[in-house]
C-alpha cells in the first residue's frame, strides 16, 4: 500500500523557517502530481502547493506566494515545501498527499492517498 510520510514539522517563531518533506514509500507509485495541505483547528482543508512530478510545475495557494516553494527529488522520492516568513495564521497540521489529476487542484477530494500530516506552530 501507498505510504507518505511527512517530517519537518515543529515550533518555530514568526518570520522564521521550516522546510517539510513527504517520500512516497513505493517506488512504483506514480501520481501525476503531489501537494500540500494544511488544516487549522475548526477549520477546513486547505490548498497550500502543488507539484507535477515530471514536468514540475507549480500551483500555489494565493497567500502563499512569495513565502512558500514546492519542489520534487526523484532521487529520494520525496516532496519538500519551503516556508519561509512564517506567521502565527500558518499554524496548521500540514499534509502531503497525492494525485492523479489537477483539474481542480484546490479541491482536497481530488487528492489521495494522503499523509498522517505534521504539526507547525508559529508563535508570535
Known amino acids: 500500500q501507498v505510504q507518505l510520510m511527512e517530517s519537518g514539522g515543529g515550533l518555530v517563531q514568526a518570520g522564521g523557517s521550516l522546510r517539510l518533506s513527504c517520500t512516497k514509500s513505493r517506488r512504483t507509485f506514480s501520481a501525476y502530481a503531489m501537494g500540500w495541505f494544511r488544516q487549522a483547528p475548526g477549520k477546513e482543508r486547505e490548498f497550500v502547493a502543488a507539484?507535477?512530478?515530471?514536468?514540475?510545475?507549480?500551483y500555489y495557494a494565493d497567500s502563499m506566494k512569495g513565502r512558500f516553494t514546492i519542489s520534487r527529488e526523484f532521487a529520494k522520492n520525496t516532496v519538500y515545501l519551503q516556508m519561509n516568513s512564517l506567521k502565527p495564521e500558518d499554524t496548521a497540521l500540514y499534509y502531503c498527499a497525492a494525485t492523479q489529476t489537477l483539474a481542480r487542484y484546490s479541491d482536497p477530494m481530488q487528492w489521495g492517498p494522503w499523509g498522517q500530516g505534521t504539526q507547525v506552530t508559529v508563535s508570535s
Open positions: 507539484i507535477t512530478w515530471s514536468g514540475g510545475t507549480t
